[in-house]
């Protein structure tokens, strides 16, 4: 298996298993735990460089990017599916509990049912799995674009 594909298994599967952890314990109608759910940023980063390690001693800075970014489109694919899978199927309250949450939250905040409901009417279109899918899909890739950028100037072929 080539490191490309091998890298954005690797990110999709272990980014795919944090979410699920997150679900399994519950962490995501959490107000403190929740914000765990973006170690995912570090998981993504971490893959990608060992994944960039291993190709360095053959590709260029360009092509370390190159490398890079789409083992984050196969991931992305990967997580996309997982999100659907999460958010239909395994968990499917997961935006009731996290409006659920949020409005918990602002309330303690001292927020007005006003503001609240504002909040929450504004948020409600972007609450639906396919838009969450697609977030987590575009989020990965540019995560990874950004992080290749980084990453290949440092790890790759001098």
Known sequence: MNTTLKTGIAIGVA???WIFVNGITGWYKDPVMVNLFFLVI??????????????????????????GTVASVIAGVILFFNSLLFTIVLFPNFFNEVETMQVTMMKS??????????????????QTPMRSAML???????????????????????
């Open 42 to 67: 570090l998981i993504e980063i971490g893959i990608l460089v060992w994944g960039l390690k291993q190709s360095a001693s053959e590709k260029s800075y360009g092509g370390q990017v190159i490398t």
């Open 109 to 126: 905040e001292g927020k007005s049912d006003e503001e609240i409901s504002k909040v929450i009417t504004e948020q409600k279109p972007n």
């Open 136 to 158: 987590g899909l575009v989020s990965t890739v540019g995560t990874g674009l950004v992080a290749s950028l980084v990453i290949a100037a440092f790890v790759r072929k001098k």
């Open 15 to 17: 980014c795919g298993v």
